[in-house]
Nanobody, 117 residues
Framework: VQLQASGGGLVQAGGSLRLSCVASGSGFTINEMGWYRQAPGKQRELVALIRSGGSTNYPLSVKGRFTISRDSAKNTWHLQMNSLKPEDTAVYYC????????????WGQGTQVTVSS
């Protein structure tokens, strides 16, 4: 299973970005698709999660501004980020939890999001 993230970049505060993640491989079903971020000197944190049943989770810091969506048939998911703030600056990683592969979480390579004030 390989994940490829894309869509990061530099944006001014108040702007928007859309991140995408594609999982390649076969013979598995992704049970949870997520986006995480890690700012310098900080731990990686969850930004958005969508489960196979469609339920979603967002931390309060991004709720109402970020939206996760998916195309399960294509093993693709996206993160629409609106009203970006300088504190959203981080490396964003996509992650996939696959129960059938011993409950492993697979990670993409990370994409930089920088929000200027």
């Amino acid at each position: 299973v390989q994940l490829q993230a894309s869509g990061g970049g530099l944006v001014q505060a108040g702007g928007s970005l859309r991140l995408s993640c594609v999982a390649s491989g076969s013979g598995f079903t992704i049970n949870e698709m997520g986006w995480y971020r890690q700012a310098p000197g900080k731990q990686r944190e969850l930004v958005a999660l969508i489960r196979s049943g469609g339920s979603t989770n967002y931390p309060l810091s991004v709720k109402g501004r970020f939206t996760i969506s998916r195309d399960s048939a294509k093993n693709t998911w996206h993160l629409q980020m609106n009203s970006l703030k300088p504190e959203d600056t981080a490396v964003y990683y996509c992650g996939a939890l696959i129960y059938s592969l011993r409950g492993q979480v697979f990670w993409g390579q990370g994409t930089q999001v920088t929000v200027s004030s």
